[in-house]
């Protein structure tokens, strides 16, 4: 692997695997940094949830938000596109963390929060399908029925649904801007939110 972001040059080696299925997504493939680099930077600072490292609990690597996999991995892409958009990018960030101690770029919270993260900096509109994605990922969220709640009342005094008893506006303020804007993308769309929101049985 060798990239450069920013005028900063980086250059390493990793052991990884690549799958065309991932749990995660329908649309990008699955990448598995499998030689214990993760594991060793996470040590190195001293955590245990390697999701700080954006790794999801079954190994797979989270290598962008959900709204930008078609913008990063369009219909028709093959390997290489993968490798040199989303790979490269996301395996330079892990060596630039293991010296620096940060990421190169502005990062997102993990799951949902990084989600209306994004929501909230995108100045593109908001489709129907970039929606949808949020949803997957809402669904599958222990906490859905609070960002729920959230979306058919956006009071900026309820708590963050994060759990920490906070304001949501004051605990993660940026994604309490997303939310927002979903919010409001939800009533020009004309979707429910339960109903899009809401787990199977």
């Keep these: 692997m060798e990239a450069v972001f920013d005028g900063q040059s980086l250059k390493d080696s990793f052991q990884v695997r690549i799958t065309a299925t991932n749990p995660n997504s329908d649309r990008v493939p699955a990448l598995y940094e499998n030689g214990g680099r993760t594991k060793a930077i996470a040590d190195k600072y001293g955590f245990s949830d390697l999701r700080t490292l954006h790794r999801n609990m079954d190994g797979t690597a989270c290598v962008c938000v959900k709204q930008v996999e078609k ?26 963390y293991e010296k620096n101690e940060r990421w190169p770029w502005g990062e997102y919270s993990h799951g949902t929060l990084g989600l209306l993260e994004f929501a909230a900096d995108d100045q593109d509109e908001q489709t129907r399908e970039d929606i949808e994605q949020i949803a997957a990922t809402v669904r599958r969220d222990m906490h859905w029925k609070r960002y729920v709640k959230h979306l ?27 939310l927002l804007r979903l919010n409001t993308d939800l009533k020009r769309l004309k979707l429910n939110p339960y109903k ?6």
Excluded: M, Q
Excluded at 71 to 91: Q, T
Excluded at 196 to 201: C, D, K, M, S
């Design 196 to 201: 899009l929101f809401r787990p199977t049985a």
């Design 152 to 178: 058919r009342n956006a009071n900026s005094g309820k708590t963050c649904p994060c759990g920490s008893g906070k304001k949501f506006d004051v605990c993660h303020e940026r994604a309490h801007r997303g």
């Design 71 to 96: 913008r990063k991995f369009p219909p028709g892409s093959d390997l290489l596109v993968f490798i040199e958009e989303l790979a490269v990018p996301y395996l330079y960030a892990l060596v630039h």
